[in-house]
T-cell receptor, first 112, second 114 residues
Framework: AQSVTQLDSQVPVFEEAPVELRCNYS??????LFWYVQYPNQGLQLLLK??????LVKGINGFEAEFNKSQTSFHLRKPSVHISDTAEYFC??????????FGQGTTLQVKP | GAVVSQHPSWVICKSGTSVKIECRSL??????MFWYRQFPKQSLMLMAT?????????EQGVEKDKFLINHASLTLSTLTVTSAHPEDSSFYIC??????????FGPGTRLTVL
């Protein structure tokens, strides 16, 4: 069965500092991986996705993630965060049925 | 890009009443839509898969008679919370399945049952 684990429930960071949000997955088959961002009282917005090809994926708002098959990880990174990046971030993997399996979420708190 | 809307964005209702939430794919057709529920500070929980022209598939533990789903067209799915109670208060989010298995999410509907 496929599952997703986000290792940090909250990540506090100062503005303009780099950040990494960790995500590990378990799957015995090929995976499609996603990172979504959710601002308060809003739906989910796709940040980036890995379907195949290059393991380094660049997304919107300066975020990027690296697919690491040997470590079964898909960590999200940004070299310099802004106050506006404060939000909830979800890692997800997709089943062959098209259903998304979400991690528990990580709250990114950017402090001035 | 693919846009999905939800209506209403928020609703307050009395206990015992029914509430209908609409999910529309605005610029593409979606034979499959998903309904999620999200409690505060928690992740999204898949409630059901809505398929155009057929019955919805519910996840384990979700009462199909309480959460009625209708997917009558390729751009519209509705979720009706029947006989709502305070414990049904939650944030309901839909998504529409596009090409390459990518889901496009609606903005969510905040339901408060008094």
């Amino acid at each position: 069965a496929q599952s997703v684990t986000q290792l940090d429930s909250q990540v506090p960071v100062f503005e303009e500092a780099p950040v990494e949000l960790r995500c590990n997955y378990s799957s015995s088959v090929s995976v499609y991986l996603f990172w979504y961002v959710q601002y308060p009282n809003q739906g989910l917005q796709l940040l980036l996705k890995y379907l195949s090809g290059s393991t380094l994926v660049k997304g919107i708002n300066g975020f990027e993630a690296e697919f690491n098959k040997s470590q079964t990880s898909f960590h999200l990174r940004k070299p310099s965060v802004h106050i506006s990046d404060t939000a909830e971030y979800f890692c997800a993997v997709i089943r062959n049925t098209g259903k998304l399996i979400f991690g528990q979420g990580t709250t990114l708190q950017v402090k001035p | 890009g693919a846009v999905v809307s939800q209506h209403p964005s928020w609703v307050i209702c009395k206990s015992g009443t029914s509430v209908k939430i609409e999910c529309r794919s605005l610029d593409f057709q979606a034979t499959t839509m998903f309904w999620y529920r999200q409690f505060p500070k928690q992740s999204l929980m898949l409630m059901a898969t809505s398929n155009e022209g057929s019955k919805a598939t519910y996840e384990q533990g979700v009462e199909k008679d309480k959460f009625l789903i209708n997917h009558a067209s390729l751009t519209l799915s509705t979720l009706t919370v029947t006989s709502a109670h305070p414990e049904d208060s939650s944030f309901y989010i839909c998504s529409a399945l596009g090409l390459r298995n990518e889901q496009f999410f609606g903005p969510g509907t905040r339901l408060t049952v008094l």
